[in-house]
């Protein structure tokens, strides 16, 4: 039994009334990568969206790229790349050198997407998105084992050779995100891993029996990766410093992260400074809070052995601890506390399950 831990998602979003600059934003994100794999962390994710008036991450493989070359030994994550707006062959060939840049250490996370704008923006049609997404996974693997592949769902294209290779052999691991059963049970078809995100540990189980029976059923060799992705937030401040657990210090930029979700959704050609998020009702702000892992390291740390345990014993758990508004100081020192305290006792939360 084991857990492996992450730090994301990278989406260099700019908070409403944040004046820092672009590439001060990009610059932050790279130097939170570098802190990241210094202070021991297993992964690192930028996650992607198009057209958004807060500036949200719209190339995860260029900001993957810069990571690979800033750093040595940890993966570099897309959580998850909208793989039916890509050309399967450019996406192969970005993924490949991507790939080498970083000797090896992409994971290669992938989704449906969801918002009208992103599909009509990028001449896509929605309804086309689950094929589209099945034909890039078969794409990607012929390209990566060195076969001629043809250009997707358009007609009449030559078959043609993805060059250079991925460093490593076959090409990135490949994961889907999914919240459905069609769509999970999907991910255990045709990926090497299912990225789970905004579920309890009981609906963690069950997504997770549901891949793991579908890849099973596949007769593909090797194994498979169960993947969860949650905001998380721990605290080590003395009991009159402590905020409510750090509550009241996450609050304002969880309340943005995850209202600019429905924000978006619904957005047309927007464009000027991003605006904040309407007030909360009580209701509001309990079922936020519910959805964060707060509290101290070992509370943090105890919740999200939960998971491991509902994922069958092997989590690879992404900490969203990537929040747009918080401070610069801040931001590093939460990072700081959950790779320091709350990761090892993770860690050995894992290994005595091992043990037991």
């Known amino acids: 039994m084991s857990i492996a831990l992450g730090f994301g ?41 198009h057209f958004v008036d807060d500036g949200y991450l719209p190339s995860c493989l260029p900001l993957c790229a810069a990571i690979a ?29 991507t790939d080498l840049i970083s000797a090896g250490r992409l994971i290669l996370g992938i989704g449906l997407g969801w918002r009208d704008e992103e599909f009509a923006g990028l001449g896509v049609p929605l309804k086309e998105r689950v094929p589209r997404m099945v034909a ?75 891949a793991r029976a579908e890849f099973a059923a596949s007769g ?26 750090g509550w009241d210090l996450v609050r304002d930029s969880l309340r943005y992260t995850t209202w600019k979700y429905d924000d978006m959704e619904g957005a047309h050609g927007r464009g000027g400074a991003p605006q904040p998020a309407p007030p909360m009702t009580k ?16 509370q943090v740390a105890e919740r999200i052995n939960e998971y491991r345990q509902a994922a069958g014993g092997d989590l690879d758990f992404v900490a969203r601890l990537y929040f747009p508004g918080l401070s610069w100081d801040l931001q590093q020192r939460a990072l700081r506390i959950f790779a320091e305290q709350v990761a090892p006792l993770a860690r050995e939360l894992a290994a005595e399950g091992s043990r037991g």
Not at 235 to 244: H, K, L, T, V
């Open 9 to 49: 998602l990278i989406t260099c979003q700019r908070f409403p009334g944040d004046e820092t600059s672009d590439a001060e934003l990009y610059a932050h994100a790279l130097d939170l990568a570098v802190q990241s794999e210094q202070l021991g962390m297993d992964s690192v994710w930028v996650s992607e969206h």
């Open 69 to 97: 070359a800033r750093t040595s030994r940890v993966q570099i994550g897309t959580g998850v790349l909208l793989a039916p707006l890509h050309d399967p062959l450019r996406l192969a060939e970005d993924a490949a050198v």
């Open 136 to 210: 890039a996974v078969d794409t990607l693997r012929r390209a990566w084992r060195g076969e001629l592949v043809a250009g997707g769902p358009r007609q009449n294209l030559a078959a043609v050779p993805i060059r250079p290779l991925p460093a490593r052999p076959g090409g990135p691991p490949l994961w889907i995100g999914a919240m459905s059963e069609r769509a999970v049970r999907r991910a255990g078809r045709i990926a090497d891993g299912f990225m789970a995100t905004e579920v309890s540990p009981a609906m963690l189980a069950e997504q997770a029996g549901l």
């Open 220 to 245: 593909r060799a090797g194994s498979f990766t169960i993947s969860l992705n949650l905001p998380v937030f721990a605290w080590d401040g003395p009991e009159a410093d402590r905020a409510q657990d």
């Open 283 to 298: 209701a509001e702000e309990d079922a936020l809070r519910e959805s964060i892992i707060l509290g101290t390291p070992r």
